[in-house]
């Protein structure tokens, strides 16, 4: 599987670019199987490190999907309403979920390298 070394990742299986966009990793999309639907928090809302910003669907599960880092909610990616399934063949491109303007940038910190996300997952 693929974990991009310019991505900082979280132990909920986002990820978060320099940028401030922010999607799911190649693991979680294993295992979340099937995508079916995804919900997005709308742009101008808050969003804070380690908790609930939105909800994606499988055909085996609900999941939530956690905020890497703090931030204001400042796009959202509008083509998966009609393609909730780009998350799963393209989780570091097109299947970009929201983008985020940092408001605790220090926050960034506390999340793991390619490395050690690797490394976590490994030990699970």
Do not use: C
Not at 64 to 70: G, H, I, R
Not at 83 to 96: I, K, L, R
Request: aromatic share 8%.
């Amino acid at each position: 599987m693929e974990y991009p070394d310019n991505l900082k990742y979280s132990v909920e299986h986002e990820w978060l670019a320099t940028d401030g966009t922010v999607g799911i990793t190649a693991f979680a999309v294993e295992q979340i199987g099937d995508i079916v639907f995804v919900e997005l928090p709308a742009i101008g809302s808050m969003v804070e490190a380690s908790k609930p910003f939105g909800v994606i669907e499988s055909v085996k599960a609900v999941s939530e999907l956690f905020a890497p880092a703090s931030g204001k909610v400042i796009a959202i990616n509008e083509s998966l309403a009609d393609a909730p399934e780009t998350v799963a063949s393209d989780p570091y491109g097109a299947g970009w979920l929201v983008k985020i303007e940092l408001t605790k940038p220090d926050e960034v910190h506390a999340l793991r390298d390619s490395t050690a996300y690797q490394a976590m997952i490994a030990a699970s």
